[in-house]
């Protein structure tokens, strides 16, 4: 459970990142100190070092707890947060936090085949989960679709051939 846990957390650090980086000077502080805390927490996870339990929560509720107090303090500036990757941020660093919770209580070595699966799973979702919500961050708005990577080779119809291809770009969206 452990290990499920550090994945989650690392999908939610990189979502706090990206919301982060975009987001109001004073917001973006404390979102961006909590994603890199739930980095070093997701680290930590995945290295079998101990973690104390106040350590574990606060990383993972921090972004929370400064979106639902910037809505009440500032609601002008939290509504340049986006919806959708708050949500799934949120969602993400409750699991990690109860998920790393749960794998402190355990000391028994996990089975290879069900650690296995567990971890498979625990990925695909959180790639589910992380990659949606990255498309819906200033980030994500930039990124290149996926498909369209370089540019592509297009011959004029009232050309000849002979003269050679066109590049032509594509945009972004």
């Not at 973690?51 to 990383?59: S, V």
């Not at 799973?121 to 679709?145: D, I, K, R, Y």
Request: proline share 9%.
């Amino acid at each position: 459970m452990r290990i499920c846990g550090a994945v989650a957390a690392l999908g939610a650090a990189l979502i706090a990142l990206a919301v982060g980086a975009a987001a109001p000077v004073w917001i973006a502080v404390l979102v961006l100190a909590a994603g890199a805390a739930q980095l070093a927490v997701a680290v930590l996870a995945l290295r079998g070092s101990p973690l104390p339990g106040p350590a574990i929560l606060a990383p993972f509720a921090a972004p929370t707890a400064v979106w639902l107090a910037a809505l009440v303090a500032a609601p002008a500036a939290a509504s340049s947060l986006p919806l959708g990757p708050m949500l799934a941020e949120t969602g993400l660093a409750l699991g990690a936090a109860a998920l790393l919770a749960l794998g402190r209580r355990t000391s028994a070595e996990p089975r290879a085949l069900p650690a296995l699966l567990a971890v498979a799973a625990s990925a695909a979702v959180v790639a589910t989960v992380a990659t949606a919500a990255l498309a819906g961050t200033n980030a994500g708005a930039f990124a290149q679709p996926h498909g369209e990577h370089g540019a592509a080779v297009d011959a004029p119809a009232d050309e000849p051939a002979l003269e050679g291809p066109v590049l032509v770009e594509h945009s972004g969206h």
